[in-house]
């Protein structure tokens, strides 16, 4: 399996490095650049950037050198007037450089990180100090006059991994202060039923709403405290309140014995649930097996629910693709856009919690169903010169949607590749994944950790940023 999932990479990787190197996505039937993506028009590379890790971790030496020459002569956002997701740089562009620094020492990937960094700070110039949802990398741009004072708790509280590991490995602070400073916001911030609502006010330091569905600062608390070497106690202390409360609150098993996530949105539960949303198998088994929950039994038991779930929509699927989103009841199914209910577009989440789930028990199945994904994903998705997503799940003869998303490359077939195995493939002894799927080393168990301290004069003159 290994070899065949290294044989997509490749396949995947070589039609984008002949047909559009340099820009962010492959359109592999129309063989063009993809220009919709979360990264707009500009060359930033994104496929080359996300697959770093991956092309690592199954030895693609040629291939990582060539990334590694094209970052070095020619990605920077220094031109970038427009603007760009806080999160999708950070866990898609800036995590990738320090995941490379890890595993190779190699300071160019450190100088790129602090250089993606440095380009996202000002969006932390806030009254509250909570960032805004886009950040315009040029300097002296117009345009953050126009940017909403609104972000989406489940990107600003999934920045801790990177900028926390940043600070340790530059020696500059200012990093760490800025994401621990979100920490500080959200702690003084009363909560629904002990839940982080979706979306944040940066000016006035007020939920937008208190519209709540399960999302990825739940998975940072837990693994910021992981990655602190299980030192940051008081993080453990409020993953385990917040995580109660999504059991207690979002978590349905409803008559059918169907266990799921759904989202409370003007004071009503809405029983659909989004594929990228399960990763919360992972997280509720990750949560049990490393925190000692109080009745952890019971968080296993919604894990292995969950993940089934999320299987049972590849499933159910005449394809054995799994759809955008899917519903558990006649009402959520009429809340979901014909397109959402249907689309697949090589999402990673699902192959994620089926890894985590692999490492944490060891039971067949996950490694059966990984192998189901492989197989649909080649009888669908596969195109002479990469992959795509396909429209219709439902429909075997359906329309493909023509883009070979980054994160196929940078996340999807990782953890793929990674559930086939042994368990010192980056070990969860030593490792913890970001939300988009890139690793950091967990301090005092991993020694490619690599902390640096600055000069004093390198740190007087990083003050100015």
């Known amino acids: 399996m290994r070899i065949k999932i290294k044989d997509m990479m490749l396949h995947a990787w070589r039609g984008y490095a002949r047909v559009v190197w340099g820009t962010n996505e492959f359109r592999p039937i129309s063989r063009r650049a993809h220009v919709g993506g979360d990264f707009a028009s500009y060359k930033l590379g994104a496929t080359i950037i996300e697959s770093l890790d991956t092309l690592h971790l199954m030895g693609l030496h040629n291939e990582l050198n060539r990334s590694r020459n094209w970052i070095e002569k020619s990605f920077s956002l220094d031109r970038i007037d427009e603007a760009l997701s806080v999160f999708e740089l950070t866990s898609r562009l800036l995590c990738p450089m320090l995941t490379l620094y890890s595993l190779t020492g190699d300071s160019l990937y450190m100088d790129k990180a602090i250089h993606i960094a440095d380009k996202i700070l000002p969006a932390f110039d806030t009254p509250t100090g909570i960032p805004r949802q886009l950040v315009v990398p040029k300097a002296g741009s117009t345009l953050w006059k126009y940017l909403s004072d609104v972000s989406r708790t489940a990107e600003f509280g999934a920045l801790h991994l990177e900028f926390y590991y940043l600070s340790e490995i530059s020696g500059y602070p200012v990093y760490k202060d800025r994401v621990d400073a979100i920490r500080r916001v959200l702690a003084k911030t009363p909560r629904p039923n002990g839940l982080y609502p979706n979306a944040y006010c940066t000016r006035y330091g007020k939920w937008e709403n208190h519209n709540c569905s399960v999302n990825r600062l739940y998975d ?166 990469g992959y795509t997503g396909v429209l219709d799940v439902n429909n075997v003869t359906a329309e493909p949607d023509d883009v070979q998303r980054s994160f196929f490359l940078g996340a999807t077939l990782k953890y793929l590749y990674l559930l086939f195995s042994d368990d010192e493939v980056v070990s969860l002894a030593q490792w913890v994944f970001n939300s988009a799927g890139h690793f950091l080393p967990i301090k005092g168990a991993n020694p490619m950790y690599r902390p640096h301290y600055s000069s004093d004069e390198a740190l007087a003159n990083h003050q100015n940023i």
């Not at 309140?241 to 266990?259: M, P, S």
């Not at 990763?279 to 925190?291: K, W």
Request: net charge neutral; aromatic share 14%.
């Open 220 to 385: 940072t608390l837990l693994k910021s405290w992981i990655q602190s070497g299980r030192a940051d106690t008081q993080n453990a202390d409020i993953f385990k309140e917040a995580l109660l409360a999504v059991a207690q609150n979002l978590v349905v098993i409803n008559a059918e014995d169907v266990t799921y996530v759904s989202t409370y949105r003007n004071g009503t539960l809405f029983h659909r649930m989004r594929h990228s949303e399960c990763f919360v198998g992972g997280l509720f088994a990750l949560g049990a097996t490393e925190t000692l929950l109080k009745h952890w039994e019971k968080y296993v038991q919604m894990s292995i629910g969950l993940t089934d779930t999320c299987h049972d929509s590849y499933w159910n699927s005449p394809t054995r693709l799994g759809p955008d989103t899917f519903a558990f009841t006649e009402e959520g199914q009429k809340e979901i856009e014909p397109l959402q209910r249907n689309f697949y577009n090589l999402r990673p989440e699902v192959a994620e919690t089926y890894f985590i789930l692999w490492r944490m028990t060891h039971y067949p199945k996950y490694r059966s169903w990984g192998l189901e994904m492989v197989q649909a994903i080649e009888k669908y998705c596969r195109k002479p010169y």
